[in-house]
Nanobody, 122 residues
Framework: QVQLLESGGGLVQAGGSLRLSCAASGGTFSRYTMGWFRQAPGKEREFVGGITDGGFSTIHSDSNKGRFTISRDNAKNTMYLQMNSLKPEDTAVYYC???????????????WGQGTQVTVSS
């Protein structure tokens, strides 16, 4: 069973950047499809994007493409979310998740971190 721990959140001004990390332990990280989600106050959880065990990454929303990048370092058991040109509407708790399945959007994510808060001020 894998445990996930997010870090790197904080307060940043609009236009700034943050890099979130998701450190995994207790499992074979390189075998998991990984994903980032976020949940803003009063809103449903939103899929940000994911990366397969082979390193193929996708960003889900057109509004985030070109600003967000997902990567992973299997040697460090860590996934990253690089966020640039941040906007106030990016304010949310960001969660990482791990899935046994390559098609994690279809079969779901089995393991979740506790989340890290990102606040973007205008």
């Amino acid at each position: 069973q894998v445990q996930l721990l997010e870090s790197g959140g904080g307060l940043v001004q609009a236009g700034g950047s943050l890099r979130l990390s998701c450190a995994a332990s207790g499992g074979t990280f390189s075998r998991y499809t990984m994903g980032w989600f976020r949940q803003a106050p009063g809103k449903e959880r939103e899929f940000v994007g994911g990366i397969t065990d082979g390193g193929f990454s996708t960003i889900h929303s057109d509004s985030n493409k070109g600003r967000f990048t997902i990567s992973r370092d299997n040697a460090k058991n860590t996934m990253y979310l690089q966020m640039n040109s941040l906007k106030p509407e990016d304010t949310a708790v960001y969660y990482c998740a791990a899935s046994y399945y390559t098609d994690a959007r279809l079969y779901g994510y089995q393991y979740w971190g506790q989340g890290t808060q990102v606040t973007v001020s205008s």
